[in-house]
Structure formats: structure tokens, C-alpha cells
């Protein structure tokens, strides 16, 4: 069998980011049960802000972004805290994966996702919320366990690194979990939505009664 693959996406764009770090240590995690895994840094991409004025013609590193995160089989999602909720980058990114609504199946369709925040205080999971409206929206599925990191600037060093061993094992046994339940999906196709269900979803929204 085909190691699933799993698409980390996030960070900020501050060079020592403490959300980047999470996600590096979850991707191992995923990476140690046994998964491809692959970093989507929104400082290096560098995505441009979205318009759908571009999507006729979008630049190359949002096709990048958009196929890739299409072709994973379970993401982990990290942001830091900004007033309450995600960063404008991490939220400009999931703006983007709204192109994918024109495929079969569309947007991010049985996708399994763990979802991540750092904050510096202790309200880390109003993020975890925010994105986990996100991921219901894109059709994935968020995995119950999530890590929402407080007191960042305590649990990370200045470059970034996990110096907190507790967290850096929750944030691990997030990407193991992941991938465990990918595999489930990937074992049993009755798990998945059927199109009749997601055109369903798409009449209610058309008809604005959702």
C-alpha cells in the first residue's frame, strides 16, 4: 500500500515562528506512523491576497498550494492567535482553497485534518474554532483531538523549537492521529460522502436557506 500522504499548512510569517514550529512537530509525528508528509510554509510561499479576480488566472504558487492540499490525504492546519482568531495569512490561504470548489469531488471532499493553534495567552482555542468552521465549509472532516498551544513564548524557544516535552508530545500524537484515521478512510470507501449528499449541500446553499 501507497504511504497516505500529509500536507502541513500554516506558520506565520514572523521568521521564528512558534506555529511553524508546531507544525513541524506534528508532521513528524504523522511522519513516524508510517505517512508522506510535506511542509506548506505561508512565509515561504508567499501567497498574494485572494481575489477572484485571479482565479482565471492564478500565479504558480497558488496552484501549488491548491493541488497540493487536493491531493493530501490528511492535512494538519497551524496559526497563531491575532485578535481572537487566525492570522490573515492562514486565512488568505484557506480563501484560496475555494478554487477547488469546480472539481470532483470538490474543495478538500473527506479530507481528515488536525487542527493546531499557538497563542500567547491562554485562549488558544477560540483559533481551533475559527478552523474548524473552515474545514467543515472545505467538506473535510477535523479529527476531535486538537492542540491549542497557550503561553507560546513559553513553550518555544526564540528560533522556534518545542522546548516544552508535553506539548511536543501532544503535537506529535496529533499528526500519529491523523494519519490513523486517514487510514480508516483510505481502508473503507463507506466512510465516504456520496455525491448525492454534497449536491444536496449545494442546493441548500444555492437557495440561501442554509
Same mark, same amino acid.
Given at each position: 500500500m501507497v504511504p497516505l500522504k500529509v500536507v502541513g499548512l500554516g506558520g506565520s510569517l514572523r521568521r521564528g515562528s512558534r506555529s511553524r514550529a508546531a507544525l513541524v512537530a506534528a508532521l513528524e509525528g504523522a511522519a513516524g506512523a508510517g505517512a508522506r508528509v510535506e511542509l506548506l510554509d505561508l512565509r515561504e510561499l508567499g501567497l498574494p491576497m485572494y481575489s477572484p479576480d485571479l482565479e482565471a488566472s492564478p500565479p504558480a504558487v497558488v496552484g501549488k498550494l491548491i493541488d497540493t492540499c487536493y491531493r493530501a490525504d490528511g492535512m494538519l492546519w497551524s496559526s497563531p492567535m491575532y485578535n481572537g482568531s487566525v492570522s490573515g495569512s492562514f486565512k488568505n490561504a484557506i480563501d484560496w482553497l475555494h478554487m477547488l470548489g469546480s472539481r470532483e469531488p470538490p474543495y478538500l471532499h473527506d479530507e481528515v485534518i488536525g487542527l493546531i493553534s499557538a497563542a500567547g495567552g491562554t485562549q488558544g482555542l477560540q483559533v481551533v474554532n475559527?478552523?474548524?468552521?473552515?474545514?467543515?465549509?472545505?467538506?473535510?472532516? #477535523? $479529527?476531535?483531538? +486538537? *492542540?491549542?498551544?497557550?503561553? =507560546?513564548?513559553?513553550?518555544?524557544?526564540?528560533?522556534?523549537?518545542?522546548?516544552?516535552?508535553?506539548?511536543?508530545?501532544?503535537?506529535?500524537?496529533?499528526?500519529?492521529?491523523?494519519?490513523?484515521?486517514?487510514?480508516?478512510?483510505?481502508?473503507?470507501?463507506?466512510?465516504?460522502?456520496?455525491?448525492?449528499?454534497?449536491? #444536496? $449541500?449545494?442546493? +441548500? *446553499?444555492?437557495?440561501?436557506? =442554509?
Open positions: 475559527a478552523m474548524e468552521f473552515s474545514v467543515r465549509s472545505l467538506r473535510g472532516w #477535523a $479529527v476531535p483531538y +486538537v *492542540v491549542p498551544v497557550p503561553q =507560546a513564548t513559553r513553550v518555544f524557544a526564540d528560533s522556534g523549537a518545542v522546548q516544552d516535552e508535553l506539548v511536543e508530545e501532544q503535537l506529535r500524537l496529533l499528526g500519529e492521529e491523523v494519519v490513523r484515521v486517514a487510514e480508516r478512510f483510505a481502508r473503507d470507501p463507506g466512510l465516504h460522502r456520496q455525491g448525492e449528499c454534497d449536491d #444536496a $449541500v449545494d442546493r +441548500v *446553499v444555492a437557495s440561501g436557506s =442554509a
